[in-house]
């Protein structure tokens, strides 16, 4: 536990520190800067979430095997204080510049290594102090301290697992992705694909018009510049990699697809993630008011959309070495529960959501990954077209800008292993958070009359630095994967008992 | 079979667990459903109905007679009934059926050779000459507008309407291999078609003094379980069910209350449809334990179907052939006594 929350805290510090170095002009020359960079390693899962370039640590392609790179980081750390160390007893070195840069970089590394033996000392020292209160309250019996000492053993192994995911999950971090999203030109689709963009990766846009492909293509590759200018060293070195290409391409149209999925497979070599996000609905009414060509075009976009993307992207991915995932966007009525007045839209993601599970069954060899990607509700116009004004009352308790659910759905979509995993926007800390704060939501999107009250997206852009930097507590509730809450939990188990059952002796 | 509108709850807790180990391997066959009854109502529906206070379950017959305001006109047989798709399979098997109790029945196809054909036999078989068609492709807006009017040509009115019309391009491969065309069929007939098809029914029947009633027949996937080999069959069969669903809800909220929309579970039938997927061993195994020819589905169904309209019952259904305990009382048969080996197919 001691390190769940310590790694945490540092987390938040730096970043503050962070940006404060970056935002003003260094106050004592060259010295803070470095001490930002030195900060940099540790710091990426909370810079990954909060602060506005994502990802630090970037490999070339060439190194692009995931399984061989868990024990890199120590490796790394080793590998740059020993070059460092012999590059500063070089002798050729020894020009003024250079000698300073080798020491600055010495005196970086060396830094590394005490946050490293640093964190370690603490972790000890806590452990300690936890047996200490132990052995104290066990007033010396023999069988409680052998307890003692094997819930302590208990608690360092769990540690180490926590620890060792969380390298896990940074290394897996790590790297461009390559990324084709469908119906990306609105919506959430957009925000998707430039908080993909921005974390480094290639993105490929499609929609069914070029000019709006294009379009989107200035705008992505507009905020990418601002973002790289924005950054610094590594973060503006992980950015070089990412770039954002697409074509125009009707998803229900068997040759689109294929033509796509081509386009992406040149462009950019392989795909890992595949998002299947195009959908549409044309407002709330009841079916008797559809025309034939409202309910062909949803059919057609929602389901067949989706399944001819994904057949194409499973037949490009069982031919990488890597595999890949594709992830199809789940929606109302995918539970399977009733959705009056959306009843083909509601249908078609039921469909899919079976789609998913036969799905499953039919990759379960392969390297390929299914899984679905819940966004919760998203204020676009999919969601709006129609709505009434009660709608809209609800809509501001629940509902959230397609930034915000980008922010939290991407980082974990990026870093998604194995197949059948839901990556929801809505999880119970949210839902509780938002039903409880329901009285303060009312008109935060809407005001009584159903008017909107929140800025444009271009608007919302320009203060999106910002807006990242706050911190979420739900963000930081997601932060740890399920399997870190269930060690936490054993370890505050362990730990519980034996103060229970040391009460109970004395 | 008439009577069995009271829920028999208990059936409810019956294990599902190894059905579904069984079943769902590689291949799910045809509605393995452990359902609550063989008509289980829907009570959200009921509880809500305005004229109605009483607890639904007993009062259900009464109420629906008793709630006539809407209704200018009770049913009464002989049913006008409309089949979608009619021209084999299942379709077929329930037109003849209809037809020996004394219905009018149109039907329809894709093609205009296929009804025709269908027609003359069914004339034959039956003996009966109440029977029309005509040519329509249930995926065309304009086609199913054609049918409706041609309905109310012939018959004036529709009573029964079972949108039947389904495809699964006949091929049974895993979705990476299967061609875009088919997938596009399966789509457009099961999902696309269907939903024009009851938005028409609805404008139909609404505007009819006697109401209306519509089938949607579901299928292998439709409660959610996994389909590999024909996972888009399955997931535009799930959309049918949860189609069904939301247009109850939606009728519900419009006060629409003479047109109900129920579900039809054939279970699994032996038309080309199923046995052009019994290449594995699993597949056989269960298409020998547990499909039945159409005639003998339609034998069950048609009289339930009609038992709805006469005994005036307004809450949406789910009819099942193949119940839960059927599909288990056949599969211990087959595995203690070996009884229907090779029934249809040869198994190994």
Known sequence: MAIVAKVHVSTLECHHYYHRGSGHPPLSGRVLPRVVTTWDPLIVKGRRRIVVQPCRSFKSEDEYVKGSETKKPVNKLVGAIRSAVWSCSKPSLRTEIKYREAIEKLEERLFLLALYVGRYVITMMSTGVVMFIGFQLSGGDSQMNELIWYSWLGGVIIGTMIGSNLVLDEVARAGPRNVVITGSTRGLGKALAREFLLSGDRVVVTSRSPESVDLTIKELEENLKQAVNAATGSARKKLAHAKVVGMACDVSEPLDVRKLGKFAADELGYIDIWVNNAGTNKGFRPLLQFTNNDIQEIVSTNLIGSILCTKEAIQIMRTQSNGGHVFNMDGAGSGGSSTPLTAVYGSTKCGLRQLQSSLLKECKRTKVGMHTASPGMVLTDLLLSGSTIQNRQMFNIICEHPETVARTLVPRMRVVKGSGRAINYLTPPRILIALVTAWLRRGRWFDDQGRALYAAEADRLRNWAENRTRFSFTDAMEMYTENTWISVFSLSVVCAFIILSSTGST | ?348
Request: hydrophobic share 40%; aromatic share 8%.
């Open chain 2, 1 to 348: 079979m008439a009577e069995m509108s009271v829920p028999i709850t208990s059936i409810q807790f019956f294990p599902k667990s190894a059905l579904c180990s069984l079943s769902t391997r590689k291949f799910n066959p045809h509605d393995l459903w452990v359902g609550s009854a063989i008509v289980s109502p829907s009570p959200k529906f009921c509880l809500k109905s305005k004229y109605n206070s009483l607890p639904f379950c007993a009062a259900a017959v009464k109420a629906a007679s008793s709630s006539e305001k809407t209704q200018t006109e009770p049913m009464i047989p002989p049913y006008n009934v409309l089949i979608t798709g009619g021209s084999k399979g299942i379709g077929y098997a329930l037109a003849k059926e209809f037809l020996k109790a004394g219905d009018n029945v149109i039907i329809c196809s894709r093609s205009d050779e296929r009804v025709v054909s269908a027609l003359d036999r069914l004339r034959v078989e039956t003996g009966k000459q109440h029977v029309w068609g005509t040519r329509c492709d249930v995926k065309e807006g304009e086609d199913v507008k054609n049918l409706a009017a041609f309905a109310k040509q012939k018959l004036k009115y529709i009573d029964i309407w079972i949108n039947n019309a389904g495809s699964n391009a006949y091929s049974f491969k895993p979705l990476a291999e299967a061609s875009d065309e088919d997938l596009i069929q399966v789509v457009t007939t099961n999902t696309l078609g269907l939903m024009i098809c009851c938005r028409e029914a609805i404008n139909l029947m609404q505007n009819q003094p006697r109401g209306g009633h519509i089938f949607n027949i579901d299928g292998a996937g439709s409660d959610g379980r996994p389909t590999p080999r024909f996972a888009a069959y399955g997931a535009t069969k799930r959309s049918v069910v949860h189609l069904t669903k939301s247009l109850q809800a939606e009728l519900e909220m419009q006060d629409v209350k003479n047109v109900i929309v129920h579900n039809l579970s054939p279970g699994m039938v032996t038309t080309d449809l199923l046995m052009s997927g019994a290449n594995t061993k699993q597949a056989k195994f269960f298409i020998n334990v547990l499909a039945e020819p159409a005639d003998v589905v339609a034998e069950y169904l048609v009289p339930n179907i009609r038992s709805i309209p006469t005994n005036g019952s307004r809450k949406p259904t789910y009819i099942r052939f193949l119940t839960g305990l059927k599909a288990y009382s056949q599969i211990f048969s087959r595995i203690a006594f070996g009884a229907r080996r090779n029934r249809y197919v040869l198994e190994d």
